[in-house]
């Protein structure tokens, strides 16, 4: 079966950097658009960033400069690394794929506070 798993999530300053990782399984990786959406505490599910199965990426204009999504289909992994992250920041992410079908992973919890 299909499974997305998230890495990387944590605790972290204003200013600082964080790495979240998505290991995908049951699915030919390469040809799957792939994303990370994000949701804080009592608001909606929103897409931070995606690349295609192409590699062309976009982004949310909230994080445009400071984010980079990345692909490496030799390890089927999707990455989203985070720089001068900001308490608004501050959500559960989620990684997602999409083809014919998509698939949510499980979310990983990103704090950002002093």
């Known amino acids: 079966q299909v499974q997305l798993v998230e890495s990387g999530g944590g605790l972290v300053q204003p200013g600082g950097s964080l790495r979240l990782a998505c290991a995908a399984s049951?699915?030919?990786?390469?040809?799957?658009?792939m994303a990370w959406y994000r949701q804080a505490l009592g608001k909606q599910r929103v897409l931070v960033a995606a690349?295609?199965?192409?590699?062309?990426?976009n982004y949310a204009d909230s994080v445009k400069g400071r984010f980079t999504i990345s692909r490496d289909n030799a390890k089927n992994t999707v990455l989203l690394q985070m720089n001068s992250l900001k308490p608004e920041d501050t959500a559960v992410y989620y990684c997602?794929?999409?083809?014919?079908?998509?698939?949510w992973g499980q979310g990983t919890q990103v704090t950002v506070s002093p």
């Open positions: 997602y794929a999409r083809r014919f079908s998509s698939y």
């Open positions: 049951g699915i030919t990786f390469s040809l799957y658009y």
């Open positions: 690349i295609s199965s192409d590699g062309i990426t």
